[in-house]
């Protein structure tokens, strides 16, 4: 089992930054790529970003390319993604989640964290 545990969100004006972070713990030598989701009220859950095992290959959202980064930190078992220029359409709880699987992009994510609200005011 792998437990993810997603921190760094809360509150900023538009235009402003935040950098949020997944911790992992246990079995987490079976995870390959790591990804962030994210759900607005009313919506569905959508996909952000991606990165794999060797911290080089991402994929993003189109709607958060150029202003969201994804990196990983291996021996910190850490996922972090970095946000700017944030607008209110990015207001959302967002989540992390681990694949064990080894296609890219993944289609099954095996394991979630429970979300870390991220709200931007206009």
């Known amino acids: 089992q792998v437990q993810l545990v997603e921190s760094g969100g809360g509150l900023v004006q538009a235009g402003g930054s935040l950098r949020l972070s997944c911790a992992a713990s246990g079995r987490t030598s079976s995870i390959d790529a790591v990804g962030w989701f994210r759900q607005a009220p009313g919506k569905e859950r959508e996909f952000v970003s991606a990165i794999r095992r060797n911290g080089i290959i991402t994929y993003y959202n189109d709607s958060v390319k150029g202003r969201f980064t994804i990196s990983r930190d291996n021996a910190k078992n850490a996922v972090y993604m970095q946000m700017i220029s944030l607008n209110p359409e990015d207001t959302a709880v967002y989540y992390c989640?681990?694949?064990?699987?080894?296609?890219?992009?993944?289609?099954?994510?095996?394991?979630w964290g429970q979300g870390t609200q991220v709200t931007v005011s206009s």
């Open positions: 989640a681990a694949s064990s699987t080894l296609s890219w992009p993944p289609k099954l994510y095996d394991y």
